[in-house]
């Protein structure tokens, strides 16, 4: 197994000093699976204090020192790399399903491993010593199976989220879950209702934006996870199935097709529970529209400068979206009309009307909240036929629409 340099660099220093380290983890797993890591961490038996004097010349940062983390920066090749170093530790009585209550150091790896979530992420490695797996990590790496360390009740009651990031991790690598480990997360999938809806938010995004996002959502709901954290009935098979038909990485795309089948008002209560941005909630409820978009015509020209008007800024996602819901052959003839009128730079806002507010307003004396009406209005008829979007032609349009709201 290979390491970044820094990383080498890290563990001699602490090695040099007297003491054991190790790489931990993520990049473990992903290492033995030969992916890139995207970060590595490093556990070792120096304590907090002995972290610091050992890195006096490195900029350091104590990002949990009461738990034993220090965080190290690194520099390599012009880049900065933060190193997560933490103390061997046993964790101390769980209360609120989330955080233990105290932690003790231990100058042993086998301590440190045991506290961990999931086998595959219960492995250690360091040149002198090789790979330390005493749980069986490697063998369910190659089994493709997520399997929680020790007693799986034990792990979850311990920290809930753990329960969401099994499915996650079943998610990202395509891995099934092992049996008792479900079972146990279903028993208990109520302490969830413990945990900050931002972090639940937070592992449903990278579960719904991996290749696996089938598999875990059946498993949740079939183990009555899905139940505990949303207040809306479970999404059907046919919608788990639409959902691999978008593209990985973009969560917005299949959450939207996951609540298309509930109401508006089911839509935003549950995407407000989940406390996303407001851009995220935004897009998502839009997209969610388009299960319902008008039924397509022979006129695929209007209907693609309907759809411009509704999603152009999110057009690849909306394309996505549409694609999950509609026929191929419709499809296919309906994208080839988007991206031709799209070409056509056709007027789809009310700022690319040939006519703005100042020259409705001679028209509005009486009542100038008419303008901005109007204007609508107008935009509405230019979509339906680009060529009314010319100023003479559409004083006229607005001079008959401002007569009909006397």
């Known amino acids: 197994m290979k390491h970044p340099t820094y990383i080498k660099n890290c563990i001699e220093l602490l090695e040099q000093s007297g003491y054991s380290a190790y790489a931990v983890g993520g990049a473990v797993r992903d290492s033995l699976l030969g992916k890139e890591p995207f970060d590595w961490d490093v556990t070792t038996s120096a304590k907090p204090d002995e972290i610091l004097s050992v890195f006096a ?22 880049a900065r790399h933060p190193v997560e170093i933490t103390t061997f530790r046993v964790d101390g009585e769980y209360r609120d399903s989330r955080h233990p209550e105290s932690v ?21 490695y360091n040149e002198k010593n090789g790979l330390v797996d005493i749980f069986g990590g490697q063998k369910d790496l190659e089994n493709k199976i997520i399997r929680a360390v020790g007693d799986p009740e034990t792990r979850f009651y311990e920290d809930a989220l753990r329960i969401l990031r099994a499915f996650r991790f079943s998610s990202q690598l395509e891995f099934e879950i092992e049996e008792n480990t479900l079972i146990a997360a279903q028993k208990c ?3 969830l209702k413990n945990i900050a809806r931002e972090r639940i938010f937070a592992e449903m995004k ?17 183990y009555n996870v899905w139940q505990e954290i949303f207040d809306i009935c479970a999404p059907t098979s046919e919608q788990i199935s639409l959902t691999e038909r978008v593209s990985d990485g973009n969560f917005a795309t299949r959450f939207a097709i996951l609540l298309s089948n509930y109401s508006e008002n089911e839509r935003e209560r549950t995407l407000n529970s989940l406390r996303p941005s ?27 400068r309907h759809f411009l008007h509704l999603y ?3 057009l690849h996602d909306a394309l996505e979206v549409l694609s999950a819901w509609t026929k191929n052959e419709d499809f296919a003839s309906l994208k080839e009309a988007i991206l031709n009128e799209q070409k056509q730079k056709r007027p789809l806002k009310i700022s690319d009307l040939a006519v703005n507010g100042e020259d409705l307003l001679p028209l509005c004396v009486e ?5 901005g009406k109007t204007l609508n209005l107008l935009l509405e008829k230019v979509i339906e036929a680009p060529g009314l979007n010319e100023k003479p032609i559409l004083l006229e349009q607005a001079k008959e629409i401002i007569k009909n709201f006397k």
């Open 57 to 78: 010349e490195f900029r350091t940062i104590p990002t949990g020192i009461k738990h034993g983390t220090i965080t190290v920066l690194f520099e390599e090749n012009g």
């Open 104 to 124: 003790s150091f231990s100058k042993n790896i086998q301590d440190d491993l045991s506290r961990r979530d999931f086998t595959v992420n219960a492995m250690a």
């Open 189 to 191: 999938a109520p302490l």
């Open 206 to 222: 990278r579960l719904l934006a991996s290749r696996g996002v089938a598999y875990s959502l059946k498993k949740m709901i079939e």
């Open 278 to 304: 407001n851009d995220e909630k935004r897009k998502v409820l839009r997209l969610c529209r388009l299960s319902s978009f008008p039924a397509l015509d022979s006129n695929f020209p209007k209907t693609a």
């Open 312 to 314: 152009d800024n999110i």
């Open 367 to 371: 009542n100038r909240a008419l303008v």
